[in-house]
């Protein structure tokens, strides 16, 4: 604040003002100075002194000019100065206050313009995620599928010894169980045993529960079998089903559509074979073998030197799986398949490990973008 030209410490005496027409152009000095001091009050600190110098209670100018000048005042000099005083008085307040909003509006200004969103800045990259290789592989499947004409259909994860097993033609005690070591829930007696399903097969019945011939459906889906992890096995894993069922599907369909997916999904020079096998739920059973597509065929590691690598199950429908859904069985003939998800992407993929698919690895999943 600036040092006043005008002492207000002094009485008026002392000034030499004498007169009431000596009032006026004193106080119109002090006016002048003090819109000064106005104009120089920019921000708030500064804006708190100029308001405790002239309107401070005790040592402000006002209050000043009240006890130097206006008190002691003779007579004739009283009216002219109390006058004046009151005449300055509201201006002072006046401008302190319209000072302080125009500071404080500032401020604001100021803020915003400091939290403003540049729209012309560059945006901050974010990592975007892709989808798991065993999505993808889920997806490609699923595609070849639906291109002829089949739905995609899935099933519970939990199922009764019934959907698993007994309606696929595998009752207690059969030998065949014993190559699905399963996981049961623990439940209180009496209720209905539960399992995690050992395999997607169970779907087949409750799509064949739900709806009349024709079938063409494949049920991609989790799988749980009490397997020791290593390389080529998990306790949890992938699998897509495939079940067509109609009046008149023959073998040559079967073997048809399981050389469509194999060309399909590992390149059009891959050649497929079928070996007798057994399922319970089949008759006939085959092991679906595809032509080593590493070596051709020649003999490498991957095909363990034999030219062919063993690929999935399939079979055409047990008839006495259609005795347990009601379809008539004399009528109807199909086919079903089940692969694994996991083990047909470490193949395609050349991946040795099937452990990778579940680390979470960043490194290992960045390379299926
Ligand atoms: C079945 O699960 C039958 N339900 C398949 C089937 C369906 C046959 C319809 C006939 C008609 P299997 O137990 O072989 O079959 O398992 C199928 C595939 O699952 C295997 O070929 C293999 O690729 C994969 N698989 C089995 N166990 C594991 C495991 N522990 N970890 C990873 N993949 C596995």
């Not at 002392?14 to 003090?34: D, H, I, M, N």
């Not at 995690?196 to 991609?220: D, F, G, N, W, Y």
């Amino acid at each position: 604040m600036t040092t006043k030209t005008i002492s207000v410490t002094q009485t008026l005496a002392q000034l030499g003002v004498t007169r009431p027409t000596q009032a006026s152009p004193l106080f119109a000095a002090l006016r002048r100075e003090f819109d000064r001091d106005a104009e120089a009050a920019r921000e708030e600190a500064g804006w708190k002194a100029f308001r405790d110098a002239w309107l401070g209670r005790k040592s402000g100018v006002l209050a000043q000019i009240t006890e130097n000048w206006l008190k002691p005042a003779p007579p004739e000099l009283k009216r002219a100065v109390g006058q004046a005083l009151n005449e300055l008085r509201p201006h002072v307040e006046a401008v302190v206050e319209a000072r302080r909003a125009a500071i404080e509006a500032g401020a604001e200004q100021a803020a915003a313009a400091r939290e403003r969103v540049d729209l012309s800045l560059p945006g901050v990259e974010r990592p975007i995620g892709s989808r798991h290789l065993i999505r993808q592989t889920f997806e490609e499947i699923e595609r070849i599928f639906l291109a002829l004409g089949y739905t995609v259909v899935e099933g519970p994860e939990i199922e009764t010894p019934y959907y698993n097993f007994e309606a696929l033609n595998i009752p207690e005690h059969h030998p065949a169980r014993d190559t699905m070591d399963t996981f049961y829930l623990h439940l209180p007696p009496g209720i209905t045993p539960r399992l995690l399903r050992t395999h997607t097969s169970p779907v087949q019945v409750h799509a064949m529960e739900a709806q009349k011939p024709p079938v063409r459906i494949i049920v991609p889906g989790k799988v749980y079998r009490r397997d020791n992890p290593d390389a080529t096995h998990s306790f949890m894993f992938h699998q897509v089903e495939g079940l067509a069922v109609d009046t008149d599907i023959t073998f040559c369909e079967f073997k048809g559509t399981v050389e469509y997916l194999v060309t399909q999904f590992f390149g059009p020079t891959v050649k497929t074979r079928l070996r007798p096998s057994y399922f319970p739920f089949t008759e006939p059973s085959a092991e679906v073998d595809a032509s080593c597509h590493v070596c051709g065929g020649s003999g490498c590691r991957t095909c363990k030197f034999s030219g062919w690598i063993e690929l999935f199950g399939a079979g055409m429908v047990d008839p006495a799986v259609y005795g347990f859904v009601n379809y008539d069985a004399k009528r109807l003939s199909g086919f079903a398949f089940g692969l694994g998800v996991d083990r047909f992407a470490m193949l395609k993929y050349g991946i040795n490990d099937i452990q990778l698919f579940f680390q979470n690895d960043v490194r290992f999943l960045r390379q299926f973008p």
